[in-house]
């Protein structure tokens, strides 16, 4: 069983930069597949990145790729979301999420969710 708790979320101006960290209870965290999902108000939940066990695979969304990085420390147990110039439309609730395969943490059906972190872009 795996336990995650995200964070890193708050305010930030247009251009601007946030890292989002989410640290996992378990053991095994260099066994699992890692990514980020985020939810707007209003909004579905949506994909935003994600990244292989061993970091050989890594995912973005189209409407984040170049913008923001994804990375793990397995011996920390933790997976990062660096997030730069920043848009009011980036705008949720972000949640880690992990799977033991990267199919199923992309495609959003990953076995194990983060609480979720507030981040708010101003323009």
């Known amino acids: 069983q795996v336990q995650l708790v995200d964070s890193g979320g708050g305010w930030a101006q247009a251009g601007g930069s946030l890292r989002l960290s989410c640290v996992a209870s378990?053991?095994?965290?260099?066994?699992?597949?890692l990514g980020w999902f985020r939810q707007a108000p209003g909004k579905e939940r949506e994909f935003v990145a994600a990244?292989?066990?061993?970091?050989?695979?890594?995912y973005y969304a189209e409407s984040v790729k170049g913008r923001f990085t994804i990375s793990r420390d397995n011996a920390k147990n933790t997976v990062y979301l660096q997030m730069q110039r920043l848009k009011p439309e980036d705008t949720a609730v972000y949640y880690c999420?992990?799977?033991?395969?990267?199919?199923?943490?992309?495609?959003?059906?990953?076995?194990?969710w983060g609480q979720g972190t507030q981040v708010t872009v101003s323009s």
């Open positions: 990244i292989s066990w061993n970091g050989g695979k890594i």
């Open positions: 999420a992990a799977d033991l395969t990267v199919r199923t943490v992309v495609s959003g059906i990953g076995a194990y």
């Open positions: 378990g053991r095994t965290f260099g066994d699992y597949a």
